[in-house]
RNA sequence: GUGGGCGUAGCGUAGUGGUUAACGCGUCAGGUUGUGGCCCUGAAGAUCGAGGGUUCAAAUCCCUCCGUCCACCCCA
C-alpha cells in the first residue's frame, strides 16, 4: 500500500470508532472548566517564533530542535505552536486581561506541534486540555489547578493514578541549589552511568530520576531541594499540600520530580498511572510559572497551569477499559424499492428526522434482503418498508427488528407520530 | 537526533528461498416469488511497506528508504 499517500510520521488520523473517547475528554473538559468557573480562550495554531524562544526559553529542546519554524511568504518568523502557555500569556497581555478581576481563569483545547522522534504517547501533532490561572500567586491558586487537574480524570473515570507534587523553589535557590548538586556530584563523576557523566553537565537534575542502579545509588548522599527550600517557598509548598488536603485530592511528594518545562518555579506537579514504567507515562503536567508573563513583555504577573495530553489520556482510557457512550444506534432504517417507493422513503426521511428521529436511508437498488441486513447492522430499532407495493397503496410497513416477525402497514404521513408513540 | 524490534487483503494472523500467497473477522452477492439476526454457498479484495541487489528461483537472504513500536533523549 505504499505508493499511496500517508499520514505525515507522527501524525494519525482519528477514524470514526476512536470519536467517543475525544467526545468524553470534551464533554469532562466543558463540566469541570465550568464547574471551577474556568473560560476558554483559544489561540492561533501558529505564532511568533520569538514568543516561544522567549517564553519556553531559547535553550530547552523544544525550541532548540523540536520546533516547526517557518517563514511565510511575508517574511514573518512563525512556529506552530509547541505548548499553549506562552500563547495563552500573549493573549492575555495583547487584550488586556490583566485590566479584568485578577486573577483570570482560562482554559483551551488545541493541537500542538512538536518535532521528535514519534513513540506510542509521543507524536509530532497531539492535543492538549490547558488550563491557566494568570494573576494570583496564592498556593490555593495551584491546589485548586491540581485539584481540577485530578477531577478531569475522575469524571472520566480513570482510576489507578497518582499525583506527585513537588517544589523547585525559585530561580535564585534553585541556583544555588544546582551549585550544590554539581559540587556533590563533581568528585563522583568517575561513578557515574556515562549518560549521567553527559547529563551533569547539561542538566544536572536529570541524575536524580536516572535509572541505571549506578546513579541510584549515588544518589542517596545527595542533596534534594525540597528538604532546603527558601522559607517564601517552603511556606507555598505547605499552602499547596494543605489546600489538596482539604479538598481531599491525594498525592505523594516527590522529591525527585525534576521533569517540566524551565520556566517553572516553585510548585510543579505530574499525573501519571500507578505502576506503569514506560517512559511517555505522564498524562498531564503543570506547574507555577512566575516570571513567564514578564520574559515576555507584560509586567510580573505570576501565574500557575497544567497541560495534560489528550493521546495519552486515550491511551490509559483503553487500557483501563473505560465505558464509553455508545454513538446511538438509529431510531429507523428506511428500506425501499422502486422510483415511488424511493421518493416515499426521502420522504419518510424526512418527515422523521424533522420529529427528531436518527434515520437511515437503504440503497436503491439493493435487494430487500441486502438492506434488512443492514438495518440490522446499523442497530436501528424499526425498519420502515416501503416496495412498490406499499407506495401505491401510501403506506409503509413498520417492523420492530428487536423482535421476530410482526409488522405492519402504517399510512404514510403518519410514520412519524407512530414511531412517537412506540419510542415515547 | 542515537541504538534496536517489527511491517503479509479494511482488521487480526499463517506461511522464512521453489507451482495460481493461506485462514478468521469484515465487505459484496446468493440460498426460488419483495424481509434482518443464526447457518450455508460463492465472489471481490494483497504489485507480501517502497526501491535496489543476490539467486535458475525471493514474502522468505542482503542494502537503502519510509512507517511503527521499544530504549536513550525530551515531554503531554
Do not use: N, S
Given at each position: 500500500m505504499s505508493g499511496r499517500f500517508q499520514?505525515?510520521?507522527?501524525?494519525?488520523?482519528?477514524?470514526?470508532?476512536?470519536?467517543?473517547?475525544?467526545?468524553?475528554?470534551?464533554?469532562?473538559?466543558?463540566?469541570?472548566t465550568r464547574l471551577f468557573g474556568y473560560e476558554r480562550l483559544d489561540t492561533p495554531t501558529f505564532e511568533d517564533a520569538a514568543l516561544f524562544e522567549k517564553g519556553t526559553g531559547d535553550t530547552t529542546d523544544i525550541v532548540e530542535k523540536e520546533m516547526y519554524s517557518f517563514q511565510d511568504q511575508g517574511g514573518e518568523a512563525l512556529s506552530l505552536i509547541p505548548e499553549a502557555t506562552p500563547a495563552i500569556c500573549r493573549a492575555y497581555l495583547e487584550h488586556g486581561l490583566a485590566s479584568r478581576p485578577q486573577p483570570v481563569r482560562l482554559f483551551t483545547i488545541a493541537r500542538m506541534f512538536r518535532y521528535n522522534r514519534p513513540q506510542l504517547g509521543r507524536l509530532r501533532q497531539f492535543n492538549q486540555f490547558d488550563c491557566e490561572v494568570l494573576g494570583s500567586g496564592t498556593a490555593l491558586v495551584d491546589a485548586e489547578l491540581i485539584e481540577l487537574h485530578w477531577r478531569f480524570y475522575e469524571r472520566l473515570g480513570l482510576e489507578n493514578l497518582e499525583i506527585r507534587l513537588g517544589s523547585i523553589d525559585d530561580l535564585e535557590a534553585r541556583r544555588a541549589y544546582l551549585d550544590r548538586l554539581r559540587d556533590y556530584y563533581l568528585p563522583l563523576r568517575d561513578q557515574l552511568s556515562e549518560d549521567s557523566q553527559r547529563r551533569l553537565d547539561r542538566n544536572p537534575l536529570r541524575l536524580l530520576d536516572s535509572n541505571d542502579p549506578r546513579d541510584q545509588e549515588l544518589r542517596e548522599g545527595a542533596p534534594t531541594m525540597i528538604d532546603d527550600l527558601s522559607p517564601e517557598a517552603a511556606e507555598h509548598f505547605e499552602g499547596v499540600k494543605d489546600g489538596l488536603t482539604a479538598a481531599g485530592v491525594p498525592f505523594v511528594v516527590d522529591p525527585l520530580l525534576v521533569r517540566g518545562l524551565d520556566y517553572y518555579n516553585r510548585t510543579v506537579w505530574e499525573i501519571v498511572p500507578k505502576g506503569d514504567g514506560r517512559q511517555q507515562s505522564s498524562i498531564g503536567a503543570g506547574g507555577r510559572y512566575d516570571g513567564l508573563i514578564e520574559t515576555i513583555g507584560g509586567k510580573p504577573t505570576p501565574a500557575s497551569g497544567f497541560a495534560t495530553g489528550l493521546e495519552r489520556v486515550?491511551?490509559?482510557?483503553?487500557?483501563?477499559?473505560?465505558?464509553?457512550?455508545?454513538?446511538?444506534?438509529?431510531?429507523?432504517?428506511?428500506?425501499?424499492?422502486?422510483?415511488?417507493?424511493?421518493?416515499?422513503?426521502?420522504?419518510?426521511?424526512?418527515?422523521l428526522r424533522g420529529a427528531g428521529f436518527v434515520t437511515l436511508l437503504g440503497e436503491s437498488g439493493r435487494s430487500f434482503k441486502a438492506q434488512m441486513r443492514r438495518a440490522n447492522g446499523s442497530g436501528a430499532r424499526f425498519a420502515i418498508i416501503i416496495g412498490e407495493d406499499e407506495a401505491a397503496r401510501g403506506v409503509a410497513a413498520l417492523k420492530d427488528l428487536r423482535e421476530q416477525g410482526d409488522q405492519e402497514d402504517v399510512p404514510l404521513g403518519e410514520i412519524a407520530a407512530r414511531l412517537g408513540q412506540e419510542l415515547r
Open positions: 499520514t505525515p510520521r507522527g501524525t494519525e488520523d482519528i477514524l470514526p470508532e476512536e470519536q467517543p473517547y475525544w467526545r468524553a475528554i470534551h464533554d469532562a473538559a466543558g463540566e469541570v486515550i491511551i490509559e482510557m483503553k487500557r483501563q477499559e473505560l465505558p464509553l457512550r455508545d454513538a446511538g444506534a438509529p431510531d429507523a432504517f428506511v428500506v425501499h424499492a422502486g422510483a415511488e417507493g424511493g421518493r416515499a422513503a426521502v420522504r419518510a426521511g424526512a418527515e
